[in-house]
């Protein structure tokens, strides 16, 4: 059986509150999902139910087992979900013993994970003195303990450096090009966009969508048309007048919509107004999850500034 994540009907309620509503997909093999939403969507909550940690409505199968039946877990799916899970007076060598000695795994293991996520050097430092980007690769080393097929990352870059980020980013790459399903939840748009595959997508408790990363950007990219221009104000006007719908994302460049590329550049042309370049205009994963979470954010920020 191929490695998969399997949820069906996922419902979790904390009183009035639903924090996972009906919830289904599948996370495969050879991939890199990423798992986003806003905060308060159920993220979270719904990588916890399916290891185990919260009992919810609807069924959670990971290679057709419940995650309880499943011997010695950690050969099967290695998650890190709480950088922080970890007893500080531990040594970062002596807390992957203690897991693989409760999952049945050689300790020989121990050292090959360390090196792997560049911890050798710190092996016998206790956790307690560890950086949260230190703490965060000690819990990708667990989760690579069992050698498992399945892996499931909350925030994997959250306190890395630099340097971290492009490892990281690089190693699930590696990870699913190897056949393993590889789920991670970030809000790191810019390193997604550059990692997964394919993307579900939480509001408020429920998938917004299931798609994968190539497909939300085209749509999101839609018929704009992106100009560059050392003359925005003006390019905004004409093609505005022209009949077209126009923005700007960033400076120097003007967004439209509803014309032609050759409307756009004859329009331009008339009024005299300079442009270096016309082109088909490609959406962001930031710009692309903006607009389809904008109606189901949890907590948002005014944009007024008040004196």
Known sequence: MKPTIHVQGLTKCYG?????DNVTFYVRPGEVTGFIGPNGAGKSTTMRIILGLDAAAGTVMINGERYHDLVDPLRTIGALLDANAIHPGRTARNHLRWLAYTNSIAATRV?????????????????????????????????????????????????????????????????????????VSSHLMSELEDTADHLLVMGRGRLVADTSMAQLLSNASGDRIDVRTTQPTEAMSVLANTGGEVSTLAPGTVTVRGLAGDQVAAALAAAQVSFTELRAHRASLEEAYLDLTKNVAEFTASPEVTA
């Open 16 to 20: 009035s509150t639903t924090a996972v």
């Open 111 to 183: 050292d090959e994970v360390l090196s792997q996520v560049g911890l050798s050097s710190v092996a016998n430092k206790r956790a307690g003195g560890f950086s949260l980007g230190m703490r965060q690769r000690l819990g990708i080393a667990g989760a690579l303990l069992g050698d498992p097929a399945i892996l499931m990352f909350d925030e994997p870059g959250n306190g890395l450096d630099p340097e971290g980020i492009i490892w990281i980013r690089t190693f699930m790459r590696e990870l699913a090009a190897q056949g393993r399903t590889v789920f």
